[in-house]
């Protein structure tokens, strides 16, 4: 079992910046593929950043074309904390974030409550 718990949501002009933080229970931490996921209103959730380990690096990270070159995920294993820096916000990056963890990252099986972002114009 992982428990997953988002913190660093909140409300921010575009062009700011934002640090969401997801600290997760269990001693498998690092096994798992962790990924955020946003959900804007009357709209699907969707894929924003996945990181799954690396011996030989930071982490193997992937970003959903929209977010690319102003988010980066990445995680401390050693915290079991997995964040996402949020650079140059827009407006349609506006939604509830919520971090999961998966065995190989096609199904992600643990969710976390998530945590509302919010960026105006």
């Known amino acids: 079992q992982v428990q997953l718990v988002e913190s660093g949501g909140g409300l921010v002009q575009a062009g700011g910046s934002l640090r969401l933080s997801c600290a997760a229970s269990?001693?498998?931490?690092?096994?798992?593929?962790m990924g955020w996921f946003r959900q804007a209103p009357g709209k699907e959730r969707e894929s924003v950043a996945t990181?799954?380990?690396?011996?030989?690096?930071?982490?193997?990270?992937s970003y959903a074309d929209s977010v690319k070159g102003r988010f980066t995920i990445s995680r401390d294993n050693a915290k079991n904390t997995v964040y996402l820096q949020m650079n140059s916000l827009k407006p349609e990056d506006t939604g509830v974030y919520y971090c999961?963890?998966?065995?190989?990252?096609?199904?992600?099986?643990?969710w976390g409550q998530g945590t509302q972002v919010t960026v105006s114009s």
């Open positions: 999961a963890a998966g065995s190989d990252g096609s199904v992600y099986d643990y």
């Open positions: 269990g001693r498998t931490f690092s096994a798992y593929v």
């Open positions: 990181i799954r380990w690396s011996r030989w690096s930071s982490g193997i990270t």
